[in-house]
């Protein structure tokens, strides 16, 4: 039988991890078209509003149900406003392992909402899931995503040269390709022991603007 994730609801301070819904289209669309998010993921250029429709309804639940990830909407839980995406994909149940990503929309950076879901999420994997790893990749030149990945507690275990696609603008105004190099990162269950105290010494989530 596929092991695969719960429909769930992750609840921080601050924040409210949920699966999609249709009420989330527009957010979404506007997110995914943002210049940061569009020079550093992989997400289609320009991002419709069919096209996060069809995510929501078809890519999603379709990724749960086999087992291989899960895609989860970021809202603010005084406002219900999305606010980011945290995404887990290539899940193995045999090894206990799974890769995270995040993305935070233009209209909430600077407020450390990336690494607050991100830890949320990696302490519910290991208490609830069993997983016994989480990896990372950080495009090269992504210092803020870097600075996530070193907020949680993350160590970095090397570099896969010429192993990231990033866009970067052209003189038309299209976008090009651009090969980098990814770092590699990974989370383990006692890394992530002390992390909350430490934030709170050093001045909690938002002690760095991290986003994506």
Not at 61 to 77: I, K, N, Q, S, Y
Not at 119 to 148: H, K
Not at 179 to 200: H, K, N
Request: hydrophobic share 40%; proline share 4%; with cysteine.
């Amino acid at each position: 039988m596929t092991n695969t994730f719960p429909e769930i609801s992750i609840s921080t301070e601050r924040l409210v991890l949920r699966p999609f819904d249709e009420d989330d289209v527009p957010a979404l669309a506007e997110m995914m078209n943002d210049e940061l998010v569009a020079a550093w993921t992989s997400v289609p250029q320009p991002f419709t509003e069919d096209g996060a429709r069809t995510w929501i309804r078809e890519y999603a639940p379709r990724e749960r149900a086999a087992g291989t990830g899960l895609d989860l909407a970021v809202t603010e839980f005084l406002t219900q406003r999305l606010v980011g995406v945290i995404q887990l994909t290539k899940t193995n149940w045999h090894v206990r392992s799974t890769e995270m990503s995040y993305i935070v929309a233009p209209w909430a950076r600077g407020e450390g909402y990336a690494s607050e879901a991100a830890l949320a999420t990696a302490q519910w994997l290991f208490r609830d899931q069993g997983m016994e790893r989480i990896e990372l990749r950080t495009a090269a030149d992504n210092t803020a995503s870097q600075q996530v990945a070193q907020k949680i507690g993350c160590i970095s275990e090397g570099v896969l040269r010429g192993a990231c696609i990033a866009r970067t603008r052209t003189e038309d105004g299209t976008w090009a390709d651009v090969r980098t190099d990814f770092i590699v990162w990974s989370l383990l269950p006692e890394d992530i022991e002390g992390v909350t105290e430490q934030l709170a010494e050093a001045g909690g989530f938002t002690a760095f603007s991290d986003w994506n």
